[in-house]
Each structure stands twice: as C-alpha cells, then as structure tokens.
Antibody, heavy 123, light 110 residues
C-alpha cells in the first residue's frame, strides 16, 4: 500500500532553514497527484503549507510563501520542504500527504498521510 | 486572507446528534469548495471522514454525514459514541491549488 515517511532534523535553530523530506513507497510520484506538507503546532490546528505536482508546479500558502520551497525528486520518489528564517512559531508536527490535484470532485483532499515528525525551533 | 471558521468546541450526549459547521469569514461555502472533514485523535495523523461535501471515506460509519447547511459545510454525527470524542477539522479548496483548514472543533461526548 502507499506509505509516506517524513525525515529530517528534530531541532532547528532560530533564523535557520528547516529541511524535511518525505519518502513515498508503494506508488510512483510521477503517476500523478499533488504532494504536500501540512503542519500542526502543539495544541493547535492544522495548517496547509503547500503542495507540488511531480512536474514541479508548486502551490503555497500565501502566508508562508516568502519562506517556503517545496521540491520533488522523482528519481528517489520523494519530495522535500524547506522553510527559511524559522522562529519558535514554526515549532510543529510536520506531516507530508498525498494531495488531490486538478479536479477534486469526488476525491479526497489529503488521502494518504505520513505519521508526522516533530520539529522544534530553539537555540 | 480568507479564514475558515469552525466552532472551537462542542458537546454531545452519548446517542445524541451533533452538527459541526465550517464557514467562511467572507462569503458562503458551496460544494465547489470540495469540503473535506477529518477526525484527529491525540498523537495521530488526521483521518478523512467526508470528502467532496458528502461522500464518506472508506470504512467510515454511516453515522457520519456531510452536507451544506445554509452558507456553511456541515458534519453531522448521529448516535454519537464515546470514541467519537476527537478533534474535527474541515478543509476547503480556494482554487489555484490552495487549501485552507478550519481551526478545528474539539468534540466532547458526555
């Protein structure tokens, strides 16, 4: 079955860049769908960060757009998140997910999720 | 920027019916926003309950249903059970590949 697994440092210093990777197994990224990142600060709600299509087209949350880069590596069947100039407010569980692309009528918005990885921003 | 609104908390008695809503700070929610509803328990990734307004995801009990009520998307739980006590989130599609989550509703069953 399709599985997603996040990886990356659990601790990032303020002002530095947070980098995470999501490895996809059981499905080829090149087969379609968008692939995205969602985060959840401790005790708070979900926030969509952005998504990418395998061809490289990207879609970003306007409130994070200036700091976010999402990229895809089809040869490794994975996609990545970079969030620059982090502060304590970026401390969160970061999830990767398979995201509906194109016409989402009768399709789940986020149908496969990774287990999530906690990233703490602290010196 | 558009804000998606949800009730912060709700309470329902076991066996009772509760309707959670998902609105917009400006404007009305329609099916063209492809409303999705998620259930999340502590320490777990969200699980899709409803997508495209009113379609239940695989394995979701039929006591969960989705609809448009007035100018909001709605999630109704009929015959609430103790293990329905969770956080519930909606997400709306804003176009151009952009999704916006609501702030979530903490549902208590007591």
């Amino acid at each position: 079955q399709v599985q997603l697994q996040e990886s990356g440092p659990g601790l990032v210093k303020p002002s530095e860049t947070l980098s995470l990777t999501c490895a996809v197994s059981g499905y080829s990224i090149s087969s379609g769908h968008n692939w995205g990142w969602i985060r959840q600060p401790p005790g708070k709600g979900l926030e969509w960060i952005g998504s990418i299509y395998y061809s490289g087209s990207t879609y970003y949350n306007p409130s994070l757009k200036s700091r976010v880069t999402i990229s895809v590596d089809t040869s490794k069947n994975q996609f990545s998140l970079k969030l620059s100039s982090v502060t304590a407010a970026d401390t969160a569980v970061y999830y990767c997910a398979r995201v509906c692309g194109g016409d989402c009528y009768l399709k789940e918005a986020f149908d496969i999720w990774g287990q999530g990885t906690m990233v703490t921003v602290s010196s | 920027q558009t804000v998606v609104t949800q009730e912060p908390s709700f309470s329902v008695s076991p066996g009772g019916t509760v309707t959670l809503t998902c609105g917009l700070s400006s404007g009305s929610v329609s099916s063209s926003y492809y409303p999705n509803w998620f259930q999340q328990t502590p320490g777990q990734a969200p699980r899709t309950l409803i997508y495209s307004t009113n379609t239940r995801s695989s394995g979701v009990p039929d006591r969960f249903s989705g609809s448009i009520l007035g100018n909001k998307a709605a999630l109704t739980i009929t015959g609430a059970q103790a293990d329905d006590e969770s956080d519930y989130y909606c997400v709306l599609y804003m176009g151009s590949g952009i999704w916006v989550f609501g702030g979530g509703t903490k549902l208590t069953v007591l």
